[in-house]
């Protein structure tokens, strides 16, 4: 994968990835790329200069494992009856307390559909019974 910085021919800049050099230019003859703010059509890669690495690496995990190990440390982990665990919650037949686990696309819906607040989780949780 590759990053470029592109620039439209209004002067928009904004980022996108591709799978290689070739894969941008294929997608930019056959009119495919577009500005982000504008919409325009003529769109082309910008100056841009490598990111070097100057500095050891950090021992500090990277932002979505911090995010893992909150959720992880702070929630309970309730598995395919996220969606039962939640509704309950919000209906007030179950004590309140943070959960995360899974729900298909018709359970997220139908929880959003009255107003249950649920988000997605950028990562899948692991598998664990609590």
């Known amino acids: 994968m590759i990053r470029y910085t592109l620039q439209c021919d209004k002067g928009h800049r904004f980022d996108s990835w591709f ?5 941008f230019d294929t997608l930019r003859r056959a009119g495919h790329l577009s500005c982000e703010t504008c919409g325009s059509t ?3 890669k910008s100056l841009m200069a490598p990111r070097i690495a100057t500095e050891e690496p950090s021992a500090e995990p990277a932002p979505l494992e911090k995010l893992r190990r909150h959720v992880e440390s702070t929630a309970t982990y309730v598995g395919g009856s996220f969606a039962e665990e939640a509704r309950d919650q919000h209906d007030g037949t179950a004590p309140a307390r943070p959960i995360y686990g899974e729900a298909t696309g018709a359970q997220v819906r139908a929880l959003l559909r009255d107003e249950v607040p649920v988000l997605p989780l950028p990562f899948r949780p692991k598998s664990k019974t609590n």
């Open 42 to 44: 003529r769109v082309d």
């Open 19 to 23: 799978a290689s050099s070739d894969a």
